[in-house]
């Protein structure tokens, strides 16, 4: 990583959290992930959801296709696929989708985010499928939140006990603690073994529950988990900003159009794939701590996920632009839609 | 009260924190409180707010206007008039609020609602608007949230011990703590002497925080304070069937026209006016105290301000009606909207 006044040249980084959805979308969104990204893990959350081998390859050579208007200028981007585990998977669909080229598992709360009907209740009922995970090397993606709760504000700190319990009971198995929200989130990830990580978003790094409710109700600041308390945050900051290789990149960047967010029944996301290492300039050089950027966003995910580092360098130059209020036909409002940024992707 | 399988007879209630808003939207929102409130305490917080005891005044004649149509029906309805405290306001301008027939003054915490631009920050500079209102017997209304916390789970919390220090300096000072959202809070006010009362909205009685943004969003649930914990919620519910008459009704029915609700930068507010009595016999009912719907809707808050009780009285029969999914040209969504409720106004 090469910081100058005018320049940053980083490597190129890993979002190990993505949601890319479906035909004009996908087309849409892809270039905004594939200019400052070598890998992105592709979200298995679509509809019809992800749920073996073949749905995943055939996601997969989707996905290429779309990107194919790009690669002409970027060569080196690949999707990094996933499997939906849901209470129907078994063992065998786990070797299959090894086999194929899957590289984790997503296990996803009943009901609890977009297109999660399919989602997991009993995560004990899953041992068999944790094991095989464990054998073949998948990893596994935890969306840590427990489905049953009464209230939002408590799912993902009565999640972590569930969390630790399959950690120490498959130490083998490298398991994500996803878009990690509070203080104990943190903690927990921090005291688990090795074999445990988490990857913390650009938006919840910036916002907090006042940035949903606390004034005027703010749709595109509403994603899953919630955005918690200004502590939290400050959890959060330290954490990434810490060098701790247990904590990595994942924007669960969510593109939704305008009608589906300013309605009366709004989905939840935040689109920050356009801005997403913008927030992190941001972030980390506010701490003072723009050294741990590079770490942070190109390399703690791939050796967690056991990748080789991406060898392409992207650079961003200083050069004042406003971002879009919103993206695409479809109307897409970013995270920090109209705020004036400085560093631009060159 | 007269309670049978087919009808519920109860005195005519006051709903003691109100906003009719103005124009068409006056004109529209008034009878569906007049069918059922003897009296209803008009909030100042309009545009521009009403300041004085001319303002008031003004007010309460366009509220008499645009009462004439549904006054050939019910002929008992009154407005009680308010003013807005802000930091210029003077005893001077109190005494003559109180002349002209004011009843009460309400203090906002600055930007934390709708239209509280000129609010408070700095409470301990009101003594003397405090003095003259205790020494004329204007009741001080609180939105009771301080304006300065950055988590507005913490807001209402945090104004307590504000609260709390007025009410021992001001004893003969008749104080409300509006729309209390929290267990510390009808705790604080059950402790404090018989000087202080609370308002309980219905909404806050069925609504918590899970039900804004702990599934899809939900911009007819948005309001200020913010609904809060499902603990929190059943200390309000155990409070208003308790029969203490530091606690009463007063509903904070606040209509937004659709556009204001779904969009990039909602409003805060609940719509409640239409089914404020059948919220409170599904919730007392469920708690097996309906004989406490009377005293909560109809008494206590008489009693607080002084007033005669009500002498009309209403009938609700048992006959299924759904809740229209939106009321007037300005589509206010309602609560309950769509819902099927079984108790309707005759």
């Known amino acids: 990583m090469k910081i100058t006044a005018e320049s940053i040249v980083m490597r190129a980084a890993d979002d190990m959290h993505l949601h890319v959805r479906q035909g004009q979308m996908l087309a849409d969104v892809l270039p905004h992930t594939m200019g400052w990204c070598g890998r992105a ?3 298995p959350n679509t509809k019809p959801p992800i749920l073996t081998a073949e749905d995943a390859m055939r996601y997969k050579r989707e996905i290429l296709e779309a990107m194919k208007p790009s690669n002409d200028r970027i060569t080196d981007s690949e999707p990094l696929m996933t499997i939906m585990i849901t209470p129907a998977t078994t063992p065998e669909m786990i070797f299959a989708a090894k086999a194929a080229g899957v590289i984790a598992g997503k296990i996803y709360p009943k009901g609890m985010t977009t297109n999660s009907d399919d989602g997991v209740i009993d995560y004990m009922a899953l041992d068999d ?72 978003t650009p938006h919840h790094l910036v916002l907090t529950i006042d940035d949903v409710i606390g004034g005027m109700l703010k749709p595109h600041h509403f994603c899953k988990p919630v955005a918690k308390r ?117």
Chains 1, 2 share one sequence.
């Open 41 to 43: 893990l592709i979200m």
């Open 129 to 200: 499928v944790f094991q095989a995970m464990s054998e073949c090397g998948l990893v596994a993606c935890f969306h840590g939140e427990v489905p049953w709760s009464n209230c939002c504000l408590d799912r993902e700190d009565k999640f972590l006990p569930f969390f630790a319990n399959i950690a120490y009971a498959f130490p083998k198995l490298r398991m994500v603690l996803e878009h990690v929200t509070t203080e104990k989130g943190v903690v927990c990830v921090g005291r688990l073994p090795e074999n445990v990580a988490a990857t913390i």
């Open 230 to 346: 200004p502590e939290d945050r400050a959890a959060l900051i330290c954490t990434a900003i810490s060098g701790n290789p247990k904590f990595f990149l994942g924007t669960d960047s969510a593109p939704h159009p305008r009608g589906a967010k300013e309605c009366d029944t709004g989905c939840a996301g935040v689109f920050t794939a356009p801005i997403a290492v913008q927030v992190g300039i941001h972030v980390f050089s506010e701490a003072g701590r723009l050294d741990q950027l590079e770490p942070f966003y190109s390399r703690f995910g791939a050796e967690f996920y056991q990748l080789p580092l991406n060898r392409r360098q992207v650079e961003y130059e200083r050069q004042p632009w406003t971002v879009p209020t919103a993206y695409f036909q479809s109307e897409v409002v970013p995270l920090w839609a109209g705020r004036q940024l400085n560093w631009r992707l060159t």
